[in-house]
C-alpha cells in the first residue's frame, strides 16, 4: 500500500455504506476522539423541523465529555478505505455533498489494523460535525436519544436503522463502543414498548 494514498476514516454510516469507490477497507481506529450521537440529521435520518441522531466526533477533552464520570478516552473503530489514486478529488466532492448536513473535512492520524499483522499508521481525513454547526443537537440522556430515533426517518431511511446497522458493524469487526450499545439497546426498547401488545 502506498502511503500517499487517500484514506478516508469512517466511523458512522460510511463504516457499512461507503458509497465510493475505494481500493481496500480496513478495519482502523482514531485516538483522540468520541463518538457521540449528538449530531441532527434533516438530510439523511430525518427532515427539517423533526431531525434524527446521528454519530460525530468530539475531542476527548471536550467539556460535555469532561462532565461525564464514566468517560474514559479511548480509541474511536471504524473503517478507513483506500481510494484509487485517479479518484481522490472526485470522491471527496461527492463525500462533501453527501455530508453536507453540519460535517467538515479533517486531516487525521489512521491506525490500520489487519489479521496476524502490526498496526499501520496512515494519514487521511475523517468528516466531523463540530458544535458550532446549524444541526448539532449535543447531550441528551440514553432515553432521550433513543426517542427521538425512534420517531425519525428522512430519505436515507429510519433512524433506527441507522444505530442497528452501526453497532452491528462495530460488532462484525469486534470493536467496543459502549455508547452506541447503549444507544441501540435503550431504541430497541423503545421500539418494543410502541409494539401493540396481544391479548
Same mark, same amino acid.
Given at each position: ?62 467539556? #460535555? ?16 478505505? +483506500? ?5 481522490? +478529488? ?18 487525521? +492520524?489512521? #491506525? ?56 452491528? #458493524? ?30
Amino acid at each position: 500500500m502506498d502511503d500517499a494514498s487517500l484514506w478516508i476514516f469512517g466511523y458512522g454510516s460510511l463504516v457499512w455504506r461507503p458509497s465510493f469507490p475505494h481500493l481496500r477497507a480496513h478495519r482502523a481506529s482514531i485516538r483522540g476522539y468520541a463518538r457521540r450521537f449528538w449530531q441532527g440529521s434533516t438530510d439523511h435520518r430525518g427532515l427539517p423541523g423533526r431531525p434524527g441522531r446521528v454519530v460525530t466526533l468530539l475531542p476527548d477533552h471536550h467539556d #460535555s465529555l469532561s462532565r461525564d464520570a464514566s468517560f474514559r478516552p479511548e480509541s474511536c473503530w471504524g473503517t478507513a478505505y +483506500e481510494v484509487p489514486p485517479g479518484d481522490p +478529488e472526485e470522491v471527496l466532492v461527492g463525500l462533501d455533498h453527501r455530508e453536507r448536513g453540519g460535517y467538515d473535512r479533517v486531516e487525521v +492520524e489512521i #491506525s490500520l489494523s489487519a489479521p496476524r499483522r502490526p498496526s499501520r499508521r496512515v494519514s487521511g481525513v475523517v468528516y466531523i460535525a463540530r458544535p458550532e454547526n446549524a444541526n448539532y443537537l449535543g447531550p441528551a440522556s440514553i432515553r432521550e436519544i433513543a426517542r427521538q430515533v425512534v420517531a425519525a426517518s428522512g430519505p436515507s431511511g429510519a433512524n433506527p436503522e441507522y444505530v442497528f446497522e452501526l453497532a452491528r #458493524s462495530l460488532r462484525a469487526m469486534a470493536a467496543e463502543d459502549a455508547h452506541v450499545f447503549e444507544v441501540e439497546a435503550e431504541v430497541s426498547r423503545v421500539l418494543a414498548e410502541k409494539r401493540p401488545r396481544s391479548s
